[in-house]
């Protein structure tokens, strides 16, 4: 009765083509078998090494396609990602817009208030309990984002500037805020409204001086 093998079975791995590398194994050859000049080497036949090769072929082949396959979907997630980074750009820029409007919208209903609080000021009659709301309301409006504009004194313009009346006056070199009958406002660099006043301008027009 024969005795058990101690160190149990052996696998060998015959398999031509390496499932690591992709690539064609060197053939070994067992010690002691004959060869060309007594070296203990076979040679493989022509018909395996053309197996082999065909084998080499198609594993490369398939790795080619995997990493073809992986820079396609590599392309695809990035574009998925660029276009979410600008539709939350598109949303939060519209989310934007339409704050500003609605906020707008509350504060040109405030100005009318606005102006009869600035009226009491002007008058002396800005006392009490109506100066504590006046004030409470102009430094809420303010911290919300709307500023007042038109002063004595300010270079007129035309885009932000409503002239109610005219006069000349020799000392100005420019035309000029000489009165403010309403002030102006704007909110997020809109105007809301533009200051209506009174504009002096200089006697004798500024004349550019000549180009060249």
Do not use: K, W
Request: proline share 7%; aromatic share 4%.
């Amino acid at each position: 009765m024969s005795e058990p093998d101690e160190h149990g079975p052996v696998v060998r791995d015959r398999r031509r083509i390496d499932p690591v590398t992709g690539q064609p194994r060197q053939p070994v050859t067992p010690a002691g078998a004959g060869g060309p000049g007594g070296h203990g080497t076979a040679g493989l036949g022509e018909d395996d090494l053309v197996a082999e090769a065909a084998e080499a072929a198609v594993v490369g082949a398939q790795i080619a396609a995997l990493e073809a396959e992986l820079a396609e979907r590599t392309a695809d997630a990035q574009r998925l990602q660029a276009e979410y980074t600008n539709y939350r750009r598109r949303v939060d820029r519209d989310r934007d817009l339409v704050r500003e409007q609605a906020v707008a919208g509350v504060l040109g209903e405030l100005l009318a208030v606005l102006d009869d609080v600035g009226r009491a000021r002007e008058h002396d009659e800005l006392s009490g309990a109506f100066r504590s709301v006046g004030e409470a309301l102009e430094a809420a409006v303010a911290r919300v984002g709307l500023v007042v504009f038109g002063a004595v004194g300010e270079p007129f313009d035309p885009t932000i500037h409503e002239a109610l009346t005219h006069t000349l006056d020799e000392s100005l070199e420019q035309a000029t805020c000489v009165a403010v009958y309403q002030p102006g406002y704007t909110y997020a660099g809109r105007v809301l409204r533009p200051a209506r006043v009174g504009v002096g301008e200089p006697t004798t027009p500024t004349v550019a001086p000549p180009e060249g």
